[in-house]
């Protein structure tokens, strides 16, 4: 347990306790070690009263955290920062908004917008495509990739053709896989 000695942050508490305390859930309260004559003293108080309370040092107030769920919640954070770091990547080497809404699930207006904030400019038209024999090794590279997922594949493709766009390379692959 963590004991909370910030008189604000005891407060907080406090008064989500006697919140909840009117929703009529006081068996999770019980739970926690709070008595049933206390929970009702406590739901009668004031809130100068309650501001008072929490300065007190007597009543010992502490957390828990559940190490698994924070695990979890940590990972699930970081898989985010994860998608959006490689969501901004491509929009600033020029993924098509085709690609972003096939990869990403992002609207064709969200991609332009994002495309405007990173100063992102693509030329009007159809994008041409390098030559055959580029195309070729494009080709054999994407396909000595052996990861799954879709958008890790064309991060790494683009690691190796830097000096491509996203959206000629996902048009050189999808000529060759239309080809087969």
Request: net charge positive; hydrophobic share 45%.
């Amino acid at each position: 347990m963590l004991p909370l000695l910030d008189a604000q942050v005891r407060l907080i508490l406090l008064n989500h306790i006697a919140v909840r305390l009117n929703g009529s859930d006081p068996e999770a309260l019980r739970a926690t070690g709070i008595q049933t004559e206390e929970l009702q003293r406590l739901r009668a108080l004031s809130a100068a009263d309650l501001h008072r309370l929490a300065a007190m040092r007597a009543p010992m107030i502490a957390i828990a955290v559940d190490g698994h769920k924070l695990k979890a919640g940590l990972r699930a954070l970081a898989l985010s920062h994860e998608a959006k770091t490689l969501e901004t990547y491509f929009i600033r080497h020029g993924a098509s908004w085709r690609m972003m809404k096939t990869l990403f699930k992002v609207r064709h207006k969200l991609t332009l917008q994002r495309r405007r904030e990173y100063g992102v400019r693509r030329p009007p038209g159809r994008t041409p495509l390098p030559d055959f024999p580029t195309r070729e090794r494009v080709w054999r590279v994407w396909a000595a990739i052996s990861e799954p997922d879709p958008r890790a594949r064309y991060y790494q493709l683009h690691q190796t053709f830097c000096g491509l766009s996203l959206e000629v390379l996902a048009a050189v692959v999808s000529e060759f896989e239309n080809e087969q």
